[in-house]
């Protein structure tokens, strides 16, 4: 019986190498595509995400990054994005051909820097709007460029990436930084450091401490150490401050005033556009700050994450966060963000990994269809990235590229 069984599975076994055999020469003969069957993973949604964000958000030949919710214009953030997603996904086609853009369209004859808006002009024609300051910089978008051409430079071993980021990186200093009683503080953009106010404006939501400490190893002229020292000196103030309101619950707020003879925040400059809301701007401090402490683990990091026991408890609340909310904690719409959960993600990381499982698979993972490869519904620019920036933190998709350089 045995041998019986034997002989029979010989049989099968011959008869499937040759049907297996005789399949491969008829796809050879044929020339038949077959597609590879989708495997799930956490690694292949983060490529396939990137394939389908540059087919919805690039613009074909010029590689410029559309934010087609408003209008198709261009910002200085946009290409930063793209360039940082790209060299973290290997993908240097794109990374150059958007860095050659943004060089020849946005940069400034005046500086390294880039000008921040490019869009449909008053006329029809495209360009950068400089009727509403277009042509100034911000400088979260020339942070991330800077980091981006240094990763780049680590990753395929150019050199010309390095000389481009230390242009950047010297003149970041010289035109947005602002030395206060000897201490260095980041300014929104070049046009802070030299206006006649008393004050300047700051956005939290760009003081990138992990990128500082890059910056210092190849910018020894200036005190980069410094401007990460400050900046948490700043994102605690701000963060604990009541600012324009009556309490604080410990949010960060999307813009605050300095004073440029101490240094100390001043309340009275908020606007309709300059507010203190934790909004569309400050969620981005979560992720910044996350990230500093995912790649450094300043102590500094981990406490200013666990303050900001707010989203913890608004969280435990209802099971959802809302896309923007008052300094002193009132909801102020009532739906969601994705990008709100992506930005804040890195919070649950550091103080609650069941919450952040939860979050990162139902209002994160669940945005994705492993059938189309893609979002499962088209997310906005916006969204897009800082869903992609989070999910990339939370499954270490984001290795410090930098952290080589001495």
């Known amino acids: 019986m045995k041998i019986k069984l034997l002989v029979y599975i010989g049989i099968f076994l011959g008869l499937g190498a040759l049907?297996?055999?005789?399949w491969i020469t008829l796809k050879n003969t044929l020339n038949i595509e077959v597609a590879n069957p989708i495997v799930?993973?956490?690694k292949t949604m983060m490529r396939e995400l990137w394939a389908s964000y540059k087919t919805e958000y690039l613009e074909p030949v010029t590689f410029r990054t559309l934010d087609k919710q408003r209008n198709n214009v261009t910002t200085s953030e946009g290409q930063s994005y793209t360039m940082l997603r790209a060299v973290l996904q290997d993908d240097k086609d794109t990374f150059d051909k958007s860095w050659l853009w943004t060089q020849e369209i946005l940069g400034r004859k005046e500086d390294n820097l880039s000008s921040w808006l490019f869009g449909e002009k008053e006329d029809g024609t495209y360009g950068v709007m400089t009727q509403i300051g277009g042509n100034n910089t911000a400088t979260d978008g020339d942070t991330d460029i800077a980091l981006s051409l240094l990763f780049a430079y680590v990753r395929w071993n150019d050199f010309e990436y390095f000389r481009q980021?230390?242009?950047i990186v010297k003149d970041i200093w010289e035109e947005s930084v602002i030395v206060i009683d000897g201490k260095p503080y980041l300014l929104?953009?070049?046009?802070e450091k030299d206006s006649?106010?008393?004050y300047a404006i700051v956005n939290p939501s760009y003081l990138t401490p992990y990128a500082y400490r890059i910056f210092a190893r190849i910018d020894l002229d200036h005190d980069w150490m410094g401007l990460v020292d400050t900046s948490y000196e700043l994102l605690d103030k701000a963060t604990q401050s009541k600012l324009d309101k009556n309490n604080s619950v410990n949010l960060p707020p999307d813009w605050i005033f300095i004073d440029k003879q101490t240094g100390e925040l001043q309340n009275q400059h908020f606007t309709s556009d300059l507010t203190s809301n934790f909004s569309y701007d400050a969620m981005r401090s979560v992720?910044?700050?996350s990230l500093d402490w995912y790649w450094y683990k300043d102590q500094r990091a981990d406490k200013y994450l666990e303050s900001?026991?707010?989203?913890g408890e608004e969280w435990k609340k209802s099971n959802q966060l809302f896309s923007s909310y008052s300094h002193d904690g009132k909801p102020l719409?009532?739906?969601q963000s994705h990008a709100m959960y992506g930005n804040t993600l890195g919070y649950f990381m550091a103080t609650d990994t069941a919450a952040a499982r939860q979050i990162y698979n139902k209002q994160l993972k669940a945005l994705y269809s492993p059938d189309k490869q893609a979002w499962l519904n088209t997310l906005s620019y916006y969204d897009d990235n800082w869903v992609w920036f989070g999910m990339s933190l939370y499954n270490d998709e984001i290795p410090n590229l930098a952290s080589s350089i001495i």
């Open 19 to 22: 049907f297996t055999g005789m």
């Open 40 to 42: 799930f993973s956490d």
């Open 165 to 167: 980021a230390k242009l």
């Open 188 to 191: 929104a953009n070049n046009l």
């Open 196 to 198: 006649v106010n008393s």
């Open 287 to 289: 992720w910044r700050v």
């Open 308 to 311: 900001l026991t707010f989203l």
């Open 333 to 335: 719409t009532n739906y």
